[in-house]
């Protein structure tokens, strides 16, 4: 997935009401940009750090620059970090339709957005093949790392987040594959693990959907100011 334009540096300075923050910009200009990420970006919001904004000329734009990625260092130097949860779905749309992704590969059908469920939700891909059958694909964003090369999700409770298991081992009762891909974007990350001390819910939610046969598997991403790509199968640890 590549930017449309080149994304300008700025040092942060806090982000705050979860969707602003305030930055300054590397000319001494400060600015209040747009945070797409509304969760706890727990770590990632050091005032400081140097941080990477898009930038919109759309009229209808409040604050023309987002804020996409943030360097952070755990001891082993910056490593650029992607924050914007729109990402994911296209950078996995693309990985499928380059068939990057080898344990989704082989589906003649890839289809977006796709209602299922008694909830009528809205599975975020659905593979399909007549000699596959159907395969249900939910993708969840990461970014959290307390330790060096240890990628985590949740960063903070989600209920929603939980749900989806749920719907998706229902779809593996009815016959189907379901799968729970998480997508984590810094290139740093070595081994992935669910982080059942933010929610125990989910972490209990993951063990009953993966013991029902939903399948999880964690991709890494490269990034730089240009693009972010998705990388490499990352192993689970307990």
């Known amino acids: 997935m590549r930017f449309t334009s080149a994304l300008v540096r700025a040092r942060l300075e806090r982000r705050y009401k979860r969707f602003l923050a305030d930055v300054v910009f590397d000319d001494g200009e400060q600015a209040t940009v747009a945070c797409p990420n509304t969760g706890s970006l727990l770590g990632l919001q050091a005032p400081g750090s140097v941080v990477w904004l898009s930038r919109s000329d759309a009229a209808t734009r409040k604050y023309p620059h987002t804020w996409e990625m943030i ?8 490593t650029l970090v992607g924050i914007n949860p729109m990402h994911p779905n296209r950078l996995v749309a693309e990985a499928l339709a380059n068939g990057a992704i080898e344990p989704l590969s082989g ?13 009528k939700s809205r599975i975020d891909f ?17 970014h959290l790392m307390r330790t060096s090369g240890h990628a985590e999700f949740p ?3 989600t209920a929603r987040g939980a749900k989806h298991l749920r719907e998706l081992s229902a779809m593996v009762a009815q016959g189907h594959r379901a799968v729970m891909l998480y997508l984590i ?4 990350a070595q081994r992935f693990s669910i ?4 929610d125990p819910a989910y972490a209990e939610a993951f063990r009953n959907a993966t013991a029902a046969g939903v399948e999880a598997v964690a991709y890494n991403c490269r990034l730089s100011t240009e693009e972010i790509v998705l990388d490499r199968l990352v192993p689970f640890m307990d």
């Open 71 to 78: 360097e952070n260092d755990l001891g082993d130097g910056p």
């Open 107 to 119: 589906y003649g059908t890839v289809r977006p957005e796709v209602k299922y469920g008694d909830e």
């Open 126 to 142: 659905l593979l399909e093949d007549d000699a596959k059958g159907l395969c249900y694909v939910e993708v969840k964003n990461v």
């Open 155 to 157: 960063d903070c409770t």
């Open 185 to 188: 974007q810094r290139a740093d």
């Open 195 to 198: 982080c059942a001390e933010f």
